[in-house]
């Protein structure tokens, strides 16, 4: 309950100057005798700013949070329930685990819903968090865990990983065009490129499963500025990432590109890149790079 990793102030709205500044310096000092195990003087404190400031959304939270250390789940659940119509994932998540730790399955579940609903996403949370114990082994729990909108629940969100590396990257002719370093970043989230040609030219790509069209993403902006939006998906049939750019496709001269990943094993990787002018139905190539894992490179 109120995991760290769990933001609360969200669910606020307000900054911490809105409330007034007596009240401030109550919650404040509220919070500077939980340290030191002052329970009920803090309580006290944090119930004669809700008494003046009925709406302080912040004061209700803390004193929600206090009940719940102190195993008093009624007055806990109490509070948070005044919070709800906020809809923040924090406190639904917060008042589902207080329900569960009553044993209240069926609120712990509704509550559960509306969190995940309202955007809370830590599959992880979910999956190890003891307040949940009395309702993980429920049907409707494995039922939640599934809807999470996460990118643990979607497993093509790693077929990308094989780019993954620091690598030598040569032409048809074997000639070295440039190096690149592809690496996870935003806890694994994006796939980045960091590309530096021979002649020192450099760019970058972001490449991310978006999980509400089902499709890879990539940008690609490079050391000019100029840009290419691909959009694409894995098929299996080629082992490979393909995407397609339409970023050009109303210019005067009207062109597609298609930008091929095939995954040729642990250490290789060929990128080609086409062009077509006739709306796909031919194509001719721009440039046919093969990625050749660098020795150092332990995968």
């Known amino acids: 309950m109120s995991k760290p990793n769990i933001i609360f102030p969200l669910l606020l709205i307000l900054s911490i100057s809105s409330f007034g500044q007596s009240a401030n310096q109550k919650i404040q000092e509220a919070d500077s005798l939980i340290k030191v195990k002052e329970y009920q003087k803090a309580e006290g404190l944090y119930q004669e700013v809700i008494k003046g400031e009925p709406g302080n959304n912040l004061a209700v939270y ?49 509550y559960l819903h509306e969190a995940i609903d309202n955007g809370f996403s830590q599959v992880s949370l979910l999956k190890t968090d003891a307040d949940l114990e009395n309702v993980r082994g429920e049907k409707e729990f494995a039922e939640i865990l599934k809807s999470v909108k996460s990118l643990g629940n979607f497993p093509e969100a790693k077929n990308f990983d094989f780019w993954v590396g620091e690598w030598d990257v040569n032409n048809p002719q074997k000639q070295k065009v440039g190096d690149s370093k592809i690496e996870k970043i935003l806890k694994g989230a994006v796939i980045l490129e960091n590309w530096t040609g021979v002649s020192g030219y450099t760019g970058k790509s972001f490449n ?42 109303k210019d005067n001269s009207p062109y597609i590109r298609r930008l091929t990943f095939y995954n040729l094993g642990t250490d290789k990787v060929r990128q080609f890149s086409q062009r077509s002018t006739d709306k796909g139905e031919t194509w001719s190539t721009e440039y046919d790079f093969t990625y050749i894992r660098k020795m150092n490179d332990s995968k």
Do not use: R
């Open 208 to 249: 991310h499963f978006n999980m509400d069209t089902k499709k890879w993403e990539q940008y690609w902006v490079d050391q000019n500025s100029n840009s290419i939006y691909f959009v694409g998906n894995y098929d299996s049939t080629k082992n490979a990432i393909v995407y397609y750019s339409y970023d050009h496709a």
């Open 62 to 110: 803390k004193l929600a949070s206090l009940y719940y250390s102190e195993k008093n789940y009624k007055k806990a659940i109490e509070n948070y329930l005044k919070l709800v119509p906020n809809k923040n994932p924090a406190v639904l998540y917060n008042l589902a685990c207080t329900y569960s730790l009553i044993n209240n399955k069926s609120d712990a579940l509704k």
